[in-house]
């Protein structure tokens, strides 16, 4: 039984600022995002139309998102610059615009500090290992948070100072 037969009519297709926001409503995402999720459906000039919509809605903003996203990425889960750049280049954020807006809305990041409070929470299963594993765990986790060697380093003898102190 079709549609019709039932009284209904078909309803038209979805337009691309409809299928944006539907996918809006689920997180944030960039436009370039954006873009690549509507070329699938819809022709580059409903795709510009409808990007030219959400940013007037101020639905969709690249800027804020890349502020929001550092800031979240700072405090909560901390990463390196390097991270969060990579990050948010696989989400279509030119690297120049990133960088350019983080020194902007961060002039006072310290990379040392921000491995500092990524290590703290694992310092005390940390402690627990045995005392040849500690530091090759220490530096793998700041790894995997992109810091860099030279940062590792000197967080981990900050550490193991501390450490040594206590006893």
Known sequence: MNKSARGGSKSPPPSAFDDACRSLARRRQTEAEI????????????????????KEYRFIDDDSLIADYSRDRINLSPRSVRMIEFELSRRGIDKEHFRRLFDAEFPDYDEVETARRALKPKLKTLMKSPAQGRREKALRFLHSRGFSYEVMVEVWGEVNQEDESDL
């Open 35 to 54: 873009r690549k999720k509507l070329a699938k459906r819809h022709s580059s000039a409903k795709i510009d139309e409808a990007i030219g919509k959400l």
